[in-house]
């Protein structure tokens, strides 16, 4: 938990202080886990040692993780000056800028990743659902199901899991037909929507019970009629989309399996016309 360091003092004696052991980060700061138990009459006068000494090496950030059974240490931490930066299940994250500058600290992330799942079968139905909660409940509205990308879960991915889990229907993924931003949504983040059209591999459903009243495979026109989708400018143009996706008269966005710089598996999503246009051109280079 803590490490000891030598400081030079006046008159040629040493002192030993201890300090809160840290790593520094790529950008000129400094990460502290705390990972064993500390009583937090030992903790502030630690942190408050380590904050001087940081700030002599001129370090920028500290990033200050607690385990949530370390939640003692809060009180300390924030009277030091540390504010919240986010927290998780098991863990709360507190950061602290040491420099008489402008804070350039990364902020919290600010988007919640979604996906509605376009499925049509070879007799032109869509699979729709009826959802026991949230705003649609009892509205007697069928629409696409939803849900919400997990972390660290692909689109493509997400998107094949939420149809299984609400309807039982087993899909392919074939591309993102558009994607819709919002803003001051939960918890005031903002919200990506991915609309992906899915190729079905099943038929037979079986919804879930605990989040689904009703699921069916429903003709695509009497979807698009429903008032709900016409009234509603963007259920519309999404229907609209749909329409013309089913008609062939649109391309969306096709998955690529790529890597990123660090070597991580990425995908790219774009007009799968390019795709082919491009794979014939990396096969010429």
Known sequence: M????????????????????????????????????????????????????????????????LPIEHANLIESAVKEGFRYHHAEPNYLMLVYWIPETADTLPANASHRVGIGAFVMNSTREVLVVQEKNGRFKGTGVWKFPTGVVDEGEDICAAAIREVKEETGIETEFVEVLAFRQSHKSYFSKSDLFFVCMLQPRSFDIQKQNLEIEAAQWMSVEDYIAQPFVQKQELFSSVAKICLAKSNKDYVGFSPYCSTTSSGKRSFLYFNNQDLKHIGASDKQQ
């Open 2 to 65: 803590s490490g000891a360091k030598q400081l030079a003092m006046p008159e040629n004696t040493i002192e030993q202080v201890e300090l809160l052991t840290s790593v520094n980060d790529a950008h000129g700061g400094v990460i502290v886990n705390i990972e064993q138990p500390m009583d937090s009459g030992v903790f502030a006068p630690l942190l408050k040692a380590s904050i001087s000494e940081w700030r002599n090496q001129e370090k920028k950030g500290v990033w200050l993780k």
